[in-house]
């Protein structure tokens, strides 16, 4: 579906309209339509792949105890991890610590590889909000990150993708329970989006859909069941989901 | 296409005949069919997601300069990494060193989430050839290895998926233009294929057609333009795959 209405508008003063295809290319609409506060939205996404990038903040890396690397490193979570907004997040019993991590993320709208920085804007659909939950003692043990970041929910992505907004200097801000834990801004990434579609794109054929998501600034901390983690970027919307445990 | 024959015949002697649909349930022929000797075969699955495990013979993990972890440490290739037999592994002119991997591939059948060992065999479709190719030089680089694992056609899978084989103790072999390079069996794998199941699917969710990658053992090396790589693995076949350099 299609989100109409003022951005913070009521959820009652914006409309979803249903779209007939794809929302590749140009879309064309059902004519069904039905208000916000009336709909549940899934994931505004399934992609074929989510690339992820790590300490692409200076901040985050200082608090993970390293420094930023020159290039980006790349990670990549499953698609079945992808949940959407207000989906529980379901830690796994086998962790002791699953912790938030609030990013913009870049959705795919054409087939591409090799893409230069300077045409990478063409590419893009547009951009939504991710939480790259993260089982942080998992990720320490394993050195690879696909176990800890691959759980099933553990891939939030929402509310929607906004296809007009400049990614270059959004506020983007993580709250628990309404308590600000992270608060930065994307022109502090190390590597812009630009360059993350330019960099991955030289490794692997990026597909409409296909999602990168673009580092976590300072900030992150654990989550635990019963609290709600809302990430929201702006000038596209916010992202929460509730935390429960894995049955 | 489903491949009927005496292993090892001649490719004269073996038919591909046509499924209505897709190869997971009962299959459907459509009544087409043609000789094995006069179709080009692609990967014979598109996954949604390709889990490879790390380490998972002992000998590799010591030529690598390491021991093997106590648990499965497991990574994703990209699903645009995958290529059928015959298809050229495309070397990227950034990398110095690109090796082969020669693995027993396991093609999941069902939907399936926490499985027990004991039950994993009744959630496999069958087996299949992989070569888990790695721009060594990236993944030393890097630390994360989705990068240097993830170029595009470096996930040659094949030739077919065998669905009667017994993965326990098979011979895997690694052919560089016709010299035996790796020669191991899986009954030497750390973790079999029932325990790589129950891992997997204790952290992500399996659907029909994933891939598990077991792990490489001993003997890995770099491949160069103009070389051909073959894995074979005792009961399945051979997946040979010419090597060349990305445009």
Redesign the interface.
């Known amino acids: 579906a299609a989100i109409q209405g003022e951005p913070g508008a009521a959820l009652d003063d914006q409309v979803a309209s249903e779209i007939a295809e794809h929302p590749f290319g140009t879309v064309t609409f059902t004519g069904r339509a039905w208000k916000l506060a009336d709909v549940r939205l899934l994931a505004p996404i399934l992609p074929?792949?989510v690339?992820c990038v790590?300490k692409n903040y200076a901040d985050h890396a200082e608090e993970m105890g390293g420094v930023a690397?020159a290039d980006p490193?790349?990670?990549?979570?499953?698609?079945?991890?992808v949940v959407g907004p207000n989906a529980e997040i379901k830690l796994?019993a086998?962790s002791t610590r699953v912790d938030y991590e609030g990013e913009l993320a870049v959705v795919i709208g054409r087939p591409c590889?090799d893409v230069p920085a300077e045409r990478a804007a063409q590419m893009v659909l547009g951009y939504t909000v991710a939480n790259d939950v993260t089982a942080r003692d998992q990720q320490q043990a394993?050195?690879?990150?696909?176990?800890a970041k691959?759980?099933?929910t553990f891939c939030p992505l929402g509310p929607w993708i906004d296809t007009t907004v400049d990614p270059a200097d959004l506020a983007i801000r993580t709250e628990l329970d309404g308590q600000v834990r992270q608060d930065a801004r994307t022109s502090r990434l190390i590597h812009d989006v630009p360059r993350l579609i330019e960099w991955v794109s030289?490794?692997?054929?990026?597909?409409p859909g296909d999602v990168i998501l673009t580092g976590t600034p300072a900030g992150v901390g654990p989550v635990r069941p019963g609290q709600t983690v809302s990430v929201t970027v702006e000038g596209i919307g916010t992202l929460s989901n509730p935390v429960g445990l894995r049955s």
Chains 1, 2 share one sequence.
């Open positions: 074929s792949k690339v790590g690397p490193v790349i990670f990549l979570k499953p698609p079945t991890a796994p086998n590889r394993d050195g690879q990150w696909a176990r691959g759980y099933d030289s490794v692997m054929t990026l597909l």
